[in-house]
C-alpha cells in the first residue's frame, strides 16, 4: 500500500485558511468544478511530456538522466492548485493550446532545460498518480507558483516542503525517483517571491538586506539538502531583474525599468555567486553547483545592445509590453466577468514577438530567447 500523502501540499491561502490538499481531491474538485479542467490536467500530461529533445549524448561529462525541479512559477509545470490563473484560458494558447499549469503561453525554463539536457519535461509531482510509470523515469517537477524559501503571501508550499517532498519520496524507494539519482540534476528557481512578502508584511525597504541574507542562509541549507539527498549537479537562477518586470513597469506606459529594486537584485545577486562558490567548495567540484544567470529578463534596449549574441532588436516589438493584459485595474491575464463569463483581458496578436506574457511571467518566445543566451554557461558543463 502506498502512504496516502502522495504530494499532499499545505496550502495557505491569503484569507488565513489553511487546508490539505490531496492530489486525489485536487482532481476530484477540477472535475466537479468543471469538466475541462480535468481534460487539460490529462492533456498536459500527454502533451507536455512528448516534448522530446535532442537524445543526452556526448555533452561535457555529465549526461544527466533525470530532472528534478524546486522552486516556482518561473518552473512550474502543473502543481499549481486548480483555481490560479495558470490553469485558465488563454495561458498555455501557444502551447500545448490548452492550460496545463504554466505560467506562460507555452513552455517555460524547465522544458527548455529539460530538452536542452536531452529530457522529457519532468512531470509535476501533483500529477504522479495518474500517470504512466515510463514518464516518471525523466524526473519530477516540485516547483509551485509564488514559492520563496521562506512562506510567502502566496499559497504553495515553500521550499524546504518541495524538498520535503522529494525526500518522501526516497525514502519510499519509489523507482522513479531513487533510481540513478547520482545522474540526475536539479534546476532550483528562487527568484524572489520572498521579497515581496516580505514587504507585504509591512517590512521596509532599508530591512530587506538583512532578509536578503537569510533567505540566502536558508537557500543554502536547501542547495546542501539536495545535494547530500544524491544529486550531482545543481543549477540555481539568479534574480532577475525585478524593476523590469510588467508589473513594475506599468506606471510608465511599459516604456522604462524602475530602478528602485536594482541594489537588491544586485545584492541579492552576489551574495548569491558566493553561496554557490562556497558550496563549490564544500563538495570539491567546481561545477557541482552552477549559476543560470537569467539576468537578461527582459531584453532592455541597453541589455539588448550589450549582448550582440543574444537577442536579435527585431524579435520582441516591445520588450517590456506583456502580450497578456487585464482590462482595467482589478483585472489580470486570465479574468472572467462572473455575471457575463466575458472575459476581461486582451491577448496580443501574435505572442511570439512578446517577451512578457503577463505581468510577471516570460511568454514561451521569452524563456527561448534567455535560454538562447544562457546555452554557452552550460555548455561547459553538459
Ligand atoms: C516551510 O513550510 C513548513 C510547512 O508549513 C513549515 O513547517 C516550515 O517552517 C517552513 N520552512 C521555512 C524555512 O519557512
Ligand atoms: C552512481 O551510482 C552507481 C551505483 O551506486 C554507480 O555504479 C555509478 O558509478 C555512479 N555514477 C556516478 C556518476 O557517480
Ligand atoms: C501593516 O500596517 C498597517 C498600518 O499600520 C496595519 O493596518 C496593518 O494591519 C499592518 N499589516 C500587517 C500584516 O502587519
Ligand atoms: C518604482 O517602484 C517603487 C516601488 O514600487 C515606487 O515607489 C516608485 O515610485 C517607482 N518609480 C517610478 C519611477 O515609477
Ligand atoms: C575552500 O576550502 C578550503 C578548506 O576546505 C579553504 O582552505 C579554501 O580557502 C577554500 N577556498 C575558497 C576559494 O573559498
Not at 567546481?286 to 536579435?312: C, E, M, W, Y
Not at 520588450?319 to 457575463?340: E, W, Y
Request: glycine share 8%.
Amino acid at each position: 500500500m502506498q502512504p496516502a500523502l502522495f504530494c499532499g501540499l499545505s496550502i495557505t491561502y491569503l484569507g488565513g485558511t489553511s487546508y490539505t490538499w490531496s492530489l486525489a481531491m485536487g482532481i476530484l474538485k477540477a472535475s466537479s468544478s468543471s469538466g475541462l479542467h480535468f481534460i487539460f490536467l490529462l492533456l498536459s500530461l500527454i502533451i507536455i511530456s512528448g516534448v522530446q529533445g535532442r537524445t543526452a549524448k556526448d555533452k561535457g561529462g555529465f549526461r544527466p538522466q533525470k530532472l528534478f525541479v524546486f522552486g516556482d512559477s518561473y518552473a512550474s509545470a502543473g502543481n499549481d492548485d486548480i483555481p490560479v490563473r495558470s490553469w485558465k484560458v488563454p495561458y498555455g494558447i501557444t502551447f500545448p493550446v490548452v492550460p496545463t499549469g504554466r505560467y506562460s503561453d507555452g513552455r517555460v525554463l524547465t522544458d527548455f532545460l529539460a530538452k536542452y539536457l536531452g529530457l522529457k519535461s519532468p512531470l509535476a509531482c501533483r500529477l504522479r498518480s495518474i500517470a504512466r510509470s515510463r514518464w516518471l523515469k525523466y524526473g519530477m517537477n516540485f516547483a509551485t507558483g509564488g514559492t520563496g524559501v521562506f512562506d510567502t503571501v502566496f499559497p504553495g508550499p515553500n521550499m524546504t516542503t518541495q524538498i520535503d517532498l522529494f525526500q518522501q519520496l526516497i525514502e519510499m524507494k519509489a523507482a522513479s525517483i531513487s533510481s540513478g539519482l547520482n545522474s540526475s540534476i536539479a534546476l532550483v528557481a528562487l527568484s524572489g517571491n520572498d521579497y515581496p512578502s516580505y514587504l507585504a508584511r509591512n517590512g521596509s525597504i532599508s530591512g530587506l538586506p538583512i532578509i536578503i541574507s537569510r533567505v540566502m542562509n536558508q537557500l543554502a541549507a536547501n542547495l546542501r539538502r539536495i545535494y547530500d539527498l544524491g544529486v550531482r549537479k545543481v543549477v540555481v537562477s539568479s534574480l532577475q531583474p525585478l524593476g523590469c518586470l510588467p508589473s513594475l513597469t506599468v506606471s510608465s506606459g511599459f516604456q522604462k525599468c524602475n530602478s528602485t529594486f536594482d541594489p537588491l537584485v544586485a545584492l541579492h545577486n552576489s551574495m548569491l555567486k558566493r553561496v554557490l562558490d562556497k558550496l563549490n567548495n564544500e563538495t570539491k567540484d567546481a561545477s557541482t553547483f552552477l549559476l543560470l544567470d537569467v539576468l537578461q529578463i527582459p531584453p532592455s534596449k541597453h541589455q539588448r545592445q550589450a549582448n550582440s549574441a543574444g537577442l536579435s532588436s527585431s524579435k520582441f516589438e516591445n520588450p517590456l509590453k506583456p502580450c497578456c493584459l487585464g482590462l482595467s485595474d482589478g483585472f489580470i491575464c486570465g479574468s472572467v466577468d462572473a455575471a457575463t463569463s466575458n472575459k476581461m483581458y486582451t491577448v496580443c496578436p501574435n505572442p511570439k514577438k512578446a517577451f512578457f506574457w503577463d505581468m510577471e511571467h516570460p511568454t514561451q518566445e521569452g524563456w527561448r530567447a534567455v535560454f538562447d543566451i544562457l546555452k554557452p554557461s552550460l555548455q561547459q558543463v553538459f
